[in-house]
T-cell receptor
Framework: DGGITQSPKYLFRKEGQNVTLSCEQNLNHDAMYWYRQDPGQGLRLIYYSQIVNDFQKGDIAEGYSVSREKKESFPLTVTSAQKNPTAFYLC?????????????FGPGTRLTVL | KQEVTQIPAALSVPEGENLVLNCSFTDSAIYNLQWFRQDPGKGLTSLLLIQSSQREQTSGRLNASLDKSSGRSTLYIAASQPGDSATYLCAVLTGGFKTIFGAGTRLFVKA
């Protein structure tokens, strides 16, 4: 079955700690994305990558970092510089096509700061 | 700056009713528009994608329309069922390869 997996499903972070969220896809998609979702708000783009070894900042990249060493993987690190990291994090992937880039999402990771 | 608005924020209907969810966007220069469904605590499931050159797309009981000139899209759900209860989000792909999401409409279908 093709799809996107995210792990862990729940993550707890202490103050001053860096944590890494995993995202893996086997859809052979070039483009991958990280979004943050807060209650009552739409998804906001953190980072996106259109190709291996290349990525761009989204609208709320401060306090986050990513890497794209493999086509299948796009891990997100939430650093201690992110002041309000408690949120639901969603990873997505798509073809690198402006007209037909239907996005497919993983099940999400809920991050809570203790 | 592109903004996407969904009205209403929440909607409650009796089972069997036909309903329409609305999505509006401020900049008509979009590449496509996508409708998603999200169940509580879950990821997004793609329902329909309408390319900028298309006027509508259909899948089962769902029909989505797109009017770029007026900056509007509607999602029509026929013969609603309790299993349709979820949050529905629309999103537009803009220049710069960014997707902008609305905040969603929370739908509750009463049995």
């Amino acid at each position: 079955d093709g799809g996107i997996t995210q792990s862990p499903k729940y993550l707890f972070r202490k103050e001053g700690q860096n944590v890494t969220l995993s995202c893996e896809q086997n859809l052979n998609h070039d483009a991958m994305y990280w979004y943050r979702q807060d209650p009552g708000q739409g998804l906001r783009l953190i980072y996106y990558s259109q190709i291996v070894n290349d990525f761009q900042k989204g609208d709320i990249a401060e306090g986050y970092s990513v890497s794209r060493e493999k086509k299948e993987s796009f891990p997100l690190t939430v650093t201690s510089a992110q002041k309000n990291p408690t949120a639901f994090y969603l990873c997505a992937s798509s073809r690198r096509d402006r007209v037909d880039n239907e996005q497919f999402f993983g099940p999400g990771t809920r991050l809570t700061v203790l | 700056k592109q903004e996407v608005t969904q009205i209403p924020a929440a909607l409650s209907v009796p089972e069997g009713e036909n309903l329409v969810l609305n999505c509006s966007f401020t900049d008509s220069a979009i590449y496509n528009l996508q409708w998603f469904r999200q169940d509580p605590g879950k990821g997004l499931t793609s329902l329909l994608l309408i390319q900028s050159s298309q006027r509508e797309q259909t899948s089962g009981r769902l029909n989505a329309s797109l009017d770029k000139s007026s900056g509007r899209s509607t999602l029509y759900i026929a013969a609603s069922q309790p299993g349709d209860s979820a949050t529905y989000l629309c999103a537009v792909l803009t220049g710069g390869f960014k997707t902008i999401f609305g905040a969603g409409t929370r739908l509750f279908v009463k049995a």
